[in-house]
């Protein structure tokens, strides 16, 4: 079994920075991806941004490229997204999960984290 275990959430004004990190324990995972899915208040869970087991490869949704960004500790265990310029519209609940494979398919993703909130200020 794997446990994921989010931290870095808080509260910031637009334009400013957060960094999220996750944690996985319980059993390695170095050659599972990993990704991050956010989920606003009435919205539906959705994609942010995946890393693949390497670390090699990511993919991002359209409406972060160029300002997060995505990396995997030297252990592999560990998970980090880096939010900068951030804006109102990133305000949500960001979740860690740990697939397999790397997808972009909130269904491909077997191992979930409890979230962590992200508030955007305008």
């Known amino acids: 079994q794997v446990q994921l275990v989010e931290s870095g959430g808080g509260l910031v004004q637009a334009g400013g920075s957060l960094r999220l990190s996750c944690a996985a324990s319980?059993?390695?995972?170095?050659?599972?991806?990993m990704a991050w899915f956010r989920q606003a208040p009435g919205k539906e869970r959705e994609f942010v941004v995946a890393?693949?087991?390497?670390?090699?490869?990511?993919d991002y949704v359209d409406s972060v490229k160029g300002r997060f960004t995505i990396s995997r500790g030297n252990a592999k265990n560990t998970m980090t997204l880096q939010m900068n310029s951030l804006k109102p519209e990133d305000t949500a609940v960001y979740y860690c999960?740990?697939?397999?494979?790397?997808?972009?398919?909130?269904?491909?993703?077997?191992?979930w984290g409890q979230g962590t909130q992200v508030t955007v200020s305008s």
């Open positions: 319980g059993r390695t995972i170095s050659n599972y991806a």
């Open positions: 890393i693949s087991g390497s670390g090699v490869t990511t």
């Open positions: 999960a740990a697939a397999l494979a790397i997808s972009t398919g909130v269904g491909q993703y077997g191992y």
